[in-house]
């Protein structure tokens, strides 16, 4: 039987209450377990006047900015809109049915200065971190780094070519917010100074950001595809992430300008940031090819991190002449042995003044003797268009040969699937959390749409592995 036709009545009186409209198994129940606000107020204590009209609850907008960063609603207008209208997020943000949601403008006053000149951003996302180590999410023994392409709010329409940049030229009183952060970071490692190779093309709008191709596809952006572009080149920002691969964990992360330099540098940030935060010692890093260079691989021998890492290597000779790794070495006597079984010395000569001598440091080279090359009879196997073979070894081939022996070993094998783990998060960033594009500009701001995101994820993983109880009904 039909019922009857549904009317709208507006009732006089409503007993109401959000608690028991939001699902027992909502994400956000689940979050709020662990989104520990409850000192946001007294660290921003001292960036409120305490004269003027009362400010909106700080606690109230990180609340909303988390949601937002939760469940990927980028624009901040559909933010308040969605706030107003969805329970759960209501009842997240601790509003009831009839307190008003803040205008959108106040996220972008509070955002550019209060929240970024008191660090508020990266002090909650240190504080989900030390959750997840006392949860005991981080064993903190296998971390794996990888960064990733993010497109700046940046379009080629409004750039200059390289040859017609100068920004010696640009006043700083009057330029925009992310021209002013951008003067600011030109001796930067992470930004200005990484290269010191101009890009192509400079945005007008975002010139910290850098004109970049994305690489060649992984196969978990073929399974997962991300929103970042294919093909053309463009403007972006390069967001570093230093993951725990126990339950991938997001231990740290760092926005910087996408060229393989600045990337590698906010590597060693990052490994220096978490030892002194949270005393976290890692046994092994794992990572791509970009990441092992000789200075990298030094850098991480010499603090006791085994670099899980395949060595950048350029020794291989093409034609089928020997190549370096033919040629033994003995660390002994500070030389190599030819397959001739020749040693090849750095230095024959004796110094009477061993200040004239070469200090052997950077690239050294090592040579045998003229006369034993000529008579040798693998000579065209080895030197076949010289008068003697010569080898070069950088200076920190003690720990390339360090990591040339760990990726002979199961472990090296493990951690290479274990290096896919940041590349899903990556994934999972553009796919679910929808940040194939910034919205903020400069450097600052993609900082800060990092370390939300960072925080988003962190508390998205807190929330799986530990959801919240649920309540069973009375019998
Ligand atoms: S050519 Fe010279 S370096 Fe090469 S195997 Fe013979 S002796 Fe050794």
């Not at 000192?39 to 009209?53: K, P, V």
């Not at 960064?147 to 640009?170: C, F, G, R, V, Y």
Request: with cysteine; hydrophobic share 35%.
């Amino acid at each position: 039987m039909m019922g009857p036709k549904q009317e709208a009545q507006a009732a006089l009186f409503y007993e109401f209450s959000l608690e028991d409209h939001v699902l027992q198994d909502h994400l956000l129940r689940s979050i709020d377990r662990f989104a520990d606000l409850d000192d946001i107020r007294q660290y921003l204590a001292e960036f409120y006047s305490h004269t003027g009209r009362p400010s909106i609850d700080p606690e109230l907008l990180i609340r909303m900015l988390l949601v937002g960063y939760c469940f990927g609603i980028r624009s901040e207008r559909r933010l308040c809109e969605e706030v107003h209208l969805n329970l759960a997020y209501r009842w997240f943000c601790r509003l009831d049915l009839s307190d008003p949601v803040p205008n959108h403008s106040t996220f972008s006053k509070n955002r550019h200065g209060r929240f970024r000149e008191s660090k508020l951003l990266r002090h909650l996302f240190e504080k989900t971190v030390a959750r997840c180590i006392a949860d005991g999410l981080v064993s903190c023994q296998r971390l794996a780094a990888d960064a990733s392409l993010i497109e700046a709010d940046a379009n080629k329409q409004n750039s200059t070519p390289k040859k017609d940049w100068d920004h010696s030229t640009i006043a700083p009183a009057d330029a925009p917010r992310a021209v002013k952060e951008y003067l600011d970071v030109l001796d930067d490692a992470a930004f200005g100074a990484a290269s010191k190779v101009d890009p192509k093309f400079t945005s007008h709008s975002d010139p910290a950001s850098q004109w970049s191709k994305e690489d060649q596809k992984t196969i978990w952006e073929i399974v997962f595809p991300t929103n970042a572009r294919k093909g053309p080149a463009f403007f972006s920002y390069s967001t570093n992430c230093l993951i725990d691969t126990d339950h991938s964990v997001i231990v740290d992360v760092e926005g910087t300008r996408s060229i393989r330099q600045a990337e590698v540098g906010s590597v060693r940030t990052m490994l220096d940031r978490i030892k002194d935060l949270h005393d976290i010692n890692p046994e092994r890093l794992i990572a791509d090819s970009g990441y092992g260079s000789g200075p990298m691989l030094g850098w991480l021998v010499d603090r006791n991190i085994k670099p899980h890492i395949p060595v950048l290597d350029k020794s291989g000779r093409t034609g089928g002449t020997w190549s370096r790794a033919d040629f033994e070495w003995d660390a002994e006597n500070n030389h190599y042995i030819c397959p001739g079984g020749e040693p090849h010395k750095q230095f024959r000569r004796n110094y009477s003044d061993p200040n004239r001598r070469p200090t052997g440091k950077g690239v050294a080279k090592y040579q045998a003797l003229k006369h034993t090359c000529q008579a040798c009879p693998s000579k065209m196997k080895c030197c076949p268009n010289a008068d003697a073979r010569k080898i070069t070894r950088e200076e920190h081939e003690g720990a390339r040969q360090i990591a040339r022996d760990i990726a002979k070993t199961k472990q090296y094998v493990v951690s290479m699937r274990l290096r896919k783990k940041v590349e899903m998060l990556f994934a999972h960033l553009k796919r679910i959390l929808g940040l194939g594009r910034l919205r903020l500009r400069g450097p600052c701001g993609a900082n800060d749409e990092f370390l939300l995101a960072a925080t988003a994820q962190n508390l998205r993983k807190l929330a799986k592995i530990f959801p919240a109880p649920q309540q069973t009904s009375k019998a």
